[in-house]
């Protein structure tokens, strides 16, 4: 074919959208045909993803998308490590967890003093963070475990009710700990150790294949054809975004910035020597097999959530508003530490920020503003220190550090990376994500010929800034 029509849906922690995309040889053209916000409910006392809430918004969109242009293909990504669980009528046992719930306290450490860390690092190359799938199953509860028999994780849920075919895609595979990235199956030695069924998961597959028509009733619905077909994308969000970072060489950093900041390099083999397993940096498939060697930041989240707070208290703040005010706060005066665990859980956002900068002997943030810079400039710097870390770990050299996602918007914060880097920052697409699953969609259908030719439609279609670092030294004291 010499150019595609195709429709992303990506959903991602805070919000879901759809995409459509006028994919040819020179053409990469996209528009937002629809964007709901994605709020978690509580379902029985246990954090849950309002999945029929997320389906009506997939399929809004894609009856939208379909009426500004005829889509011949749609590909589904999300968040990584989710999932549903179906019984043997194919029926969800009960809305997909969220990740922050706290079913999981303990239970990662439980494993890891059970099976030891080098054992899991080894089979897996994954990192260790609570959220993994491993720890999430290990959580729920015994008869659920055995009354389940499929485990989908959530892009392959969608892709199930929206085609009827089961499968388990390989780049959100990778995200669960029970995947061994270096043969590139499923890990039975894994699955083994932990004691869980080996059964749940289903065959790996492909980004780039075609499943073939939607379901007819859903046709009818849409308003679409048998000749649409869903294919798999990279459908891992992150894997996606990365696919879509406009780099012209393999020099380079991506921070794919949202809810969470993905920090890493791309490479062509997993890294899993002592030192990486010490620096907990993890090993995700990419497009073409490649590794996404990073460690998961806790982003925007830190922002968002600081925000939702203030609005419940009733000093509710706009985003622009405070980030404007952000940028006249002074710089570096208190900073937390962006990976720790304790930013995890929803809650009283602002208030653990100033508990952490009171534990460390730093002024504690009072203001919106002084939080927001605080929560800023301590991003830029794990940004800083973990492309710092890649570039030691896999041997890497980093010219230039690409931004994409929502937190490309933040002019500031991507300032204050470019100069705790000491290196350019190229910030955009903002829809990275959804620009990587059409660029994965129009690979099978024969419209784009590699990954190299992907990135060079996003350099040249997309709106892209550039950001050159200033006052590195500032920085330094903070990065030893
Ligand atoms: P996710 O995919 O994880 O849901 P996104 O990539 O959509 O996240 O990014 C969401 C983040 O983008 C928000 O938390 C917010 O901080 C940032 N953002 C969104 N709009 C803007 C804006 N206009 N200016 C600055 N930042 C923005
Ligand atoms: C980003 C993301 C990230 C995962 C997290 C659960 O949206 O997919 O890569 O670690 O969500």
């Known amino acids: 074919a010499s150019s ?17 995309g006028r994919i040819g040889p020179d ?18 006392g246990r954090l849950s993803w309002d999945i029929e809430a997320l389906w009506d918004g997939v399929l809004t969109g894609l009856r939208e998308a379909n009426r500004h242009g005829a889509v011949e293909s749609i590909g589904i990504d999300s968040w990584g490590v989710d999932y549903g669980l179906l019984d043997d009528q194919g029926m969800l046992l009960a809305p997909p967890a969220h990740y922050r719930d706290s079913r999981t306290t303990g239970v990662m450490e439980r494993v890891r003093a ?33 009354r389940a028999q499929t485990l989908l994780l959530i892009p ?34 894994v699955f083994e150790a932990v004691g869980l069924p080996r059964r749940l998961v289903p065959p790996l597959r ?32 992150t894997a996606s975004a990365v696919a879509a970072v406009p780099a012209e060489d393999e020099h380079f950093a991506y921070i794919s910035c949202g809810t969470w900041s993905l920090v890493g390099v791309e490479l062509d083999a997993p890294v899993r020597t002592q030192e990486s397993l010490a620096a907990n940096f993890t090993n995700e498939v990419g497009v073409d097999k490649t590794i996404r ?27 622009e508003q405070v980030l404007e005010a952000a940028q006249h706060e002074p710089p570096l005066r208190s900073v937390i530490d962006a990976e720790s665990d304790e930013f995890l859980p929803p809650g009283d956002m602002p208030g653990r920020i100033r508990a952490y900068c009171r534990r460390t002997g730093q002024p504690e943030p009072t203001t919106p503003a002084a939080v927001t810079r605080c929560v800023l400039d301590s991003l830029a710097l794990a940004h800083a220190r973990v492309i710092r870390l890649a570039e030691r770990l ?13 937190g490309a918007q933040n002019t500031l914060l991507c300032q204050l990376t470019a100069d705790a880097c000491g290196r350019p920052v190229v910030a955009g697409p903002v829809e990275a994500t959804a620009i ?26 997309q709106s892209l800034r550039r950001y050159e670092p200033r006052d590195h030294e500032r920085w330094l004291p903070h990065l030893s």
């Open 27 to 44: 053409q990469l053209e996209c528009q937002l045909v629809h964007r709901f916000p994605n709020e978690p409910i509580d379902v029985k």
């Open 4 to 20: 595609l029509i195709a429709a992303a849906v990506d959903l991602g922690a805070s919000s879901g959208r759809v995409v459509l």
């Open 114 to 146: 059970q099976v030891g860390d080098a054992f899991l690092y080894e089979a897996t190359g994954l990192q260790f963070i609570a959220i993994n799938t491993l720890y999430q199953l290990l959580a729920e509860r015994p008869e659920d475990l055995e």
């Open 293 to 319: 060697y990073l460690r998961n930041v806790t982003g925007l989240w830190l922002l968002q959530e600081s925000l939702r707070h203030w609005r419940d208290t009733g000093d509710e703040v706009a985003l």
């Open 206 to 237: 492909e980004p780039g294949e075609q499943l073939g028509p939607l379901r007819p009733e859903l046709r009818s619905r849409l308003g679409v054809t048998d000749r649409v077909l869903l294919t798999t994308v990279a459908s891992h969000d």
């Open 156 to 189: 392959d849920l969608l892709c199930y009710r929206l085609g009827g075919t089961i499968g388990a895609e390989r780049t959100i595979a990778s995200t669960t700990q029970l995947y061994d990235v270096a043969a590139g199956t499923w890990s039975d030695a």
């Open 394 to 406: 896999s041997g890497r050299r980093v010219d230039v550090v690409h931004i994409v996602g929502g």
């Open 436 to 461: 990587g699953n059409l660029l994965v969609q129009a690979r099978a259908a024969g419209v784009v010929r590699d990954r190299a030719h992907g990135r060079e439609l996003v350099r040249r279609t």
